[in-house]
C-alpha cells in the first residue's frame, strides 16, 4: 500500500479481535495498515499485510516476524512512556492517516483496554477520528462541535460514556433520546439504552464522549466458518445427511447461539473436547474457527496443555502438533485460506 496518499489507517493491536461481521466496517477504505506489536498476529487472520510493525515487540511471535520479515519495524525499547498502540497510531498520524480504526483495542488486560480507550478519546479532543473494535464491541470518541451516526439494528445495546467533566450531548434513534443534554462524568445516565432501529447519532456539544455499541452476534455458522461454510456443509452432507443436519441444526443453530459463553470460548472448549477424542483431523475447523471468533494462538495452546491433564499426553502432542502444522502452514490464513478439517 502506498504511504504517500495514506488517509485511512488500520491498527492492529493485541486485544480481542472484532467479531468476523465486523470485519469489513475495519478494512473499509483502509489504505495504511499498522500493526502493534502482538497484534501482527491478526494479520494472518484478517488475511492483510501490514505495512508497518511498531512496538518494543514484546509479545510478538517469531513465526508471525518470519511471516512478515519483509515489513518495516519500528522498534522501541521495552522501557518506554507510551502504549505500543500509541506508538503504532503516531506512526499512522506521521505517514499522513486522517482517521483510524484499532482491532484488538480491548482484551483481557483491564489497563490496556482503559489506556485505549482514554488514548482515543485524547485523540479526538485534538481532531482525531479513532474507531476501537474488538469482540462484539464498537467504541467512537467524539469531540465537542463533532457528530457520529451508525445504522443499527432494532434492540442494539447503546451507550455513552463521558470521558470529560462538562459533556453535553444530542442523541436520536434510541428508545431514550437526549437533547442538549448534560451527562454527567461518572454517571450511568447514558449506559445500557437501546437502538430503535436505523440511524443513531450522537451530537457531543461540550467534552468528549464516547459511543459505545455492542453488536449482536451472528449466525455462528457465519462467524466460525466464514467463506467454508457452503464447503464445510456440502462436505457432512457427503458424509451423511442426518448427521449434517443434526451438526448444522443443533450444534451450530442451538447449542453455539446460546447464551452464557461467547463463540471463542465455544470453539476453546470445541478444541479441548476434540483432543480428548483424539480427532486430529477434525481440529483445523475449529482451529480456524476460534482464530476468527476472537481467541487467540496462546489460547489454542494452553487449552491443548490443560486438556493434557484429563485426557493424556499422547492425544494432547498429536493435537499441539496438529496446531503448530495449522499456524505454520496455508491452514493459518484463517480468514481466507482453505479449510483443512
Not at 46 to 73: K, M, Q
Not at 75 to 80: I, L, S
Not at 268 to 276: D, I, P, R
Not at 298 to 322: C, N
Request: hydrophobic letters at 50%; aromatic letters at 4%; one cysteine or more.
Amino acid at each position: 500500500m502506498s504511504e504517500a496518499r495514506a488517509r485511512t489507517a488500520l491498527i492492529l493491536a493485541g486485544g480481542t479481535l472484532p467479531l468476523p461481521h465486523l470485519w469489513p466496517l475495519a478494512l473499509a477504505g483502509a489504505d495504511l495498515i499498522v500493526a502493534a506489536d502482538g497484534g501482527l498476529a491478526h494479520a494472518r487472520v484478517l488475511g492483510v499485510t501490514p505495512d508497518l510493525i511498531v512496538g518494543d515487540l514484546d509479545s510478538v511471535e517469531e513465526r508471525d516476524l518470519r511471516r512478515h520479515a519483509t515489513v518495516a519495524v519500528e522498534r522501541h525499547p521495552v522501557a518506554k512512556n507510551e502504549l505500543d498502540l500509541e506508538l503504532a497510531l503516531g506512526a499512522a498520524w506521521a505517514r499522513g492517516a486522517e482517521r483510524a480504526t484499532v482491532v484488538g483495542a480491548f482484551g483481557s488486560r483491564l489497563d490496556q483496554s482503559f489506556g485505549a480507550l482514554l488514548i482515543a478519546g485524547r485523540l479526538a479532543a485534538a481532531g482525531r477520528e479513532v474507531t476501537l473494535l474488538a469482540g462484539p464491541h464498537e467504541a467512537r470518541p467524539v469531540a465537542a462541535g463533532g457528530a457520529t451516526t451508525r445504522d443499527l439494528p432494532e434492540g442494539t445495546t447503546v451507550s455513552l460514556l463521558a470521558l470529560t467533566e462538562d459533556c453535553n450531548v444530542t442523541t436520536t434513534g434510541v428508545r431514550y433520546p437526549l437533547s442538549a443534554a448534560s451527562l454527567p462524568l461518572g454517571s450511568g445516565l447514558g449506559v445500557s439504552n437501546v437502538a430503535v432501529g436505523g440511524a443513531v447519532t450522537l451530537e457531543v456539544h461540550a467534552g468528549v464522549v464516547t459511543l459505545l455499541v455492542e453488536h449482536a452476534a451472528t449466525d455462528p455458522r457465519e462467524a466460525i466458518w466464514g467463506a467454508q461454510r457452503g464447503r464445510i456443509g456440502a462436505a457432512l452432507a457427503a458424509a451423511d445427511p442426518d448427521l449434517a443436519d443434526l451438526v448444522e441444526r443443533v450444534a451450530y443453530a442451538e447449542v453455539f447461539a446460546r447464551g452464557g459463553l461467547d463463540l471463542a470460548t465455544r470453539e476453546l472448549l470445541a478444541v479441548a473436547l476434540l483432543t480428548g477424542a483424539g480427532a486430529v483431523t477434525e481440529l483445523p475447523t475449529h482451529l480456524r474457527g476460534a482464530l476468527r471468533v476472537g481467541a487467540s494462538e496462546r489460547q489454542l495452546r494452553e487449552t491443548i496443555i490443560h486438556a493434557a491433564m484429563f485426557v493424556g499426553f499422547p492425544k494432547s502432542l498429536a493435537a499441539m502438533r496438529a496446531l503448530q502444522a495449522f499456524l505454520a502452514g496455508a491452514g493459518g490464513a484463517a480468514a481466507t485460506g482453505p479449510d483443512d478439517g
